[in-house]
């Protein structure tokens, strides 16, 4: 019996279908880390995992043609547009604060009355 073997890339589209948190999160680690091209790289990565990019351009109502384009490396898409291609994988944008250090809380000393 011979086994299939799936690329790397088959089996992480899968695991973004199956879990759109995950799919989510990879894409805030992007946003977090990566640069303007990093998260053009990643959207157009996703896209696979939710039908592809002229299915997403479909779903968004954006010419397919101009989705290829905003999803190249030059790609430098407006609110709208970004806004657009998220909802079809079941994402949108939202802002979080900054992760801070938290404050330990130490027990005030009482003075001692006499």
Do not use: C, W
Request: no cysteine; net charge positive; proline share 5%.
């Amino acid at each position: 019996m011979a086994k299939t073997h799936r690329s790397h890339e088959d089996a992480t589209i899968e695991m973004f279908q199956k879990d759109p948190e995950l799919a989510a999160e990879y894409l805030n680690t992007v946003l977090q880390d990566g640069d303007e091209t990093d998260l053009m790289l990643a959207l157009r990565y996703l896209s696979k995992a939710f039908g592809g990019v002229a299915e997403i351009a479909r779903k968004a109502e954006i010419n397919a043609n101009t989705l290829y384009r905003t999803l190249s490396e030059r790609g430098n898409p407006e609110m709208k547009t970004l806004s657009a291609i998220l909802k079809p994988m079941g994402m949108r944008l939202a802002v979080r604060p900054l992760e801070r250090p938290r404050k330990s809380i130490r027990p005030t000393k009482k003075a001692s009355g006499a």
